[in-house]
């Protein structure tokens, strides 16, 4: 196999990164970048440039990661940015998200997509509100993995019991969170680089595995949802052409489940039934399709599929409603939520007007406790809601898929992006 190739096949791992501001999570990402030999001499040579000019006493790995200006100045990070690098086991993805409560939405986004949470806590500080909040994110986005680091081990000379605290009193948070099923600890040093991608002999009391080395072993395969079969239509291909004179074929990406030729398939909302005909990926034809794998599926029968329908298995259905019970967050600085709010609802590939028919509760997401006297949503607000939509919709609740379980409310006249939806 030559090496592009193997490059191409290789397992893909996406993780965000949180924790509260200065708790080292650019130094970190920058720090896996330099040890795992993941950027070029001259980007070295010019962050060393730099740290130099700015009285750094350390090279300032985190000026690999704050790319916007501002960030650089102000020693933090602001938007969501995307990173990539390998090793010879795994492809990685990083949502390097910003601390500030501010830019909650920020996280949720970058969150929405990983299937492990990195939270870096200061071994100084210890556990606090911010902590609690990017885990309660963590666990709200379905992310099953999450690695605590425990930053600055350096700065309490690599104590125990500094480590110890931390992983007491996190440990009693987190057994109040409903999805996060897989927790694991370390003591790192960013900046020194201690069990970060090398195991430190300052901390000859951790037995654990590197940060690394748990990045490349952790399995995800089992996350996604392989059980319930569902294909949300996205476009009918119709070519047109000599070659595929009678060519239809239903394109969209596999949102869960696995797809062969020859499965018994019903067409939702129309419930008429038919048989997988082939499965095309380009011009490769295929023995099956599973997410995230986008294809186009051909079927035995003609049966009348548009866009926004949903190919599932008859015995195994999502749920039909227009009556849908939901955990929100805000996204939009200018326009509030109240009960009686009309948006855009989209999911998958349908889209559907709804109304909000009632504001449950809302979550103060740094100590999980319910907010039930107020119900207008500001930016960064996450609740629970009731919405009205104007047809069916095919879902699971967002823990059984994540795909057939999100929605985004859209503002009708404006078109922006008001809140992210995971339904219960």
């Known amino acids: ?26 130094t970190l990402i920058g720090r896996l970048f330099h040890d795992t030999k993941s950027i070029f001499e001259d980007q070295l040579e010019a962050i060393e440039r730099s740290s130099q000019q700015r009285g750094d006493e350390n090279v300032n790995l985190a000026l690999l990661t704050d790319g916007l200006r501002a960030e650089r100045e102000q020693g933090i990070t602001i938007d969501v940015a995307y990173r990539y690098f390998a090793t010879p086991r795994r492809k990685f993805i990083i949502a390097d998200t910003p601390g500030h409560v501010q830019y ?24 606090i509100e911010q902590t609690c909040r990017h885990a309660f994110i963590a666990d709200l986005l379905g992310i099953k993995h999450v ?15 500094a480590f110890e605290k931390v992983r007491r009193d996190f440990g009693d948070f987190a057994s109040r969170l409903e999805n996060v099923t897989d927790l694991t600890f370390f003591p790192i040093s960013a900046l020194k680089g201690d069990n970060v991608v090398d195991k430190s002999a300052q901390t000859p009391w951790y037995e654990g595995p590197t940060l690394l080395y748990h990045l ?4 995800v395969g089992s996350d ?17 052409s000599d070659e595929h004179h009678d060519y239809r074929g239903y394109a969209g990406r596999v949102a869960g489940g696995v797809f ?17 005909k082939s499965i095309h990926l380009g011009k490769e034809e295929l023995n099956e399709a599973y997410y995230p794998l986008s294809v186009a599926i051909t079927l035995e029968d003609d049966v009348d599929v548009s866009r926004g329908d949903m190919i599932v298995k008859p015995n195994n259905q999502p749920k039909t409603s227009q009556e849908l019970d939901a955990m929100i967050c805000w996204f939009s600085e200018s326009k509030t939520l109240k009960q009686g709010s009309k948006y855009l609802l989209r999911q998958t590939t349908k889209e559907a007007q709804a109304i909000v028919t009632d504001v449950r509760y809302k ?16 930016m960064n607000d996450v609740g629970r809601v009731a919405l009205r939509v104007s047809k069916p919709i095919f879902h ?22 008001l809140a992210a939806g995971m339904l219960r």
């Open 260 to 276: 062969k030729p020859g499965d018994e398939v019903v067409v939702l909302p129309s419930g008429f039934g038919s048989k997988v």
């Open 224 to 240: 996604a949802n392989h059980v319930d079969a569902r294909f949300p239509v996205q476009w009918v291909v119709r070519p047109h």
């Open 216 to 219: 490349e072993t952790v399995y």
């Open 396 to 417: 699971d609740t967002y823990r059984r898929n994540r795909n057939t379980g999100s929605f985004v409310l859209v503002d009708p006249f404006t078109n922006e992006t």
């Open 104 to 127: 909650t939405r920020n996280m949720v986004t970058g969150a929405s997509t990983a299937n492990l949470a990195l939270i870096l806590v200061d071994a100084r500080k210890g556990v």
């Open 147 to 161: 690695a605590l680091c425990v930053n600055k081990m350096d700065l309490v000379d690599y104590e125990q019991e």
């Open 363 to 378: 979550v103060d997401v740094n100590t999980l406790h319910r907010i039930d006297n107020d119900s207008e949503f500001t």
């Open 1 to 26: 196999m030559s090496e592009q190739g193997s490059y191409l096949d290789m397992d893909l791992m996406r993780f965000t990164t949180a924790g509260s501001v200065d708790d080292g999570k650019s």
